[in-house]
């Protein structure tokens, strides 16, 4: 718009140079142009300022899809940058995660550790207690008839505590196969997790 305002103040000033008087001094290099030769110039002024303003138009389209090309790719790097962050903390969220259940397996292990320990102490005790008792009755077979009565009460009282302490190791037994599976559960999430 303003190339056109500029090409028609030009063109006016043309028109009033060839409207102007023409001084006489004689001489035909003096004389103003023929009216063909300024039409030329202005049908190439008007062709100039059309030109010139279709390349300021088009350079004014092609900024301004620059322009929105570069809000775009902002926008998505924004987004991207959100993204990022987000995927940071879950990362984060998860080696917390990871470290608990290592925690939570260790604890477990060492748990499972000493009751494995104590199960052992417990089933060394029970072989030396049926070694007595075997003792114990053989003691019996040799013993007098008077003390024989005794010595079963006492007999049945250590077969009673026998049956108690296998029973009680048995159960012992169980809890240990259960904190293993658990266990090894813990490991098959930890390792999935990582």
């Not at 962050?85 to 499972?112: D, F, N, Y």
């Not at 505590?161 to 048995?170: I, P």
């Amino acid at each position: 718009m303003i190339w056109k305002l500029c090409l028609l103040c030009l063109a006016g000033s043309l028109g009033a140079v060839h409207a102007g008087p023409i001084r006489k001094s004689g001489r035909t290099a003096d004389k103003a142009a023929p009216q063909e030769e300024v039409n030329v110039l202005m049908f190439g002024v008007i062709q100039l300022s059309e030109s010139l303003n279709y390349v300021f138009e088009t350079t004014e389209a092609k900024i301004e899809r620059i322009s929105k090309t570069l809000r775009s790719h902002e926008e998505t790097l924004q987004r991207l940058g959100k993204q990022a962050e987000q995927a940071a903390e879950v990362e984060q969220q998860m080696k917390g995660v990871v470290q608990l259940l290592q925690e939570q397996m260790a604890k477990q292990q060492t748990q499972s550790q000493i009751t494995k320990d104590w199960l052992n102490s417990i089933e060394k005790d029970e072989e030396e207690l049926k070694a007595k008792v075997q003792r114990l009755e053989t003691y019996i077979n040799s013993a007098a008839p008077d003390t024989l009565k005794e010595l079963q009460d006492k007999a049945e009282e250590h077969f009673q505590l026998l049956r108690g302490l296998q029973t009680w190791t048995r159960v012992q037994k169980n809890n240990i196969e259960i904190q293993d599976e658990q266990l090894s559960k813990l490991q098959k999430m930890s390792e999935a997790l990582s």
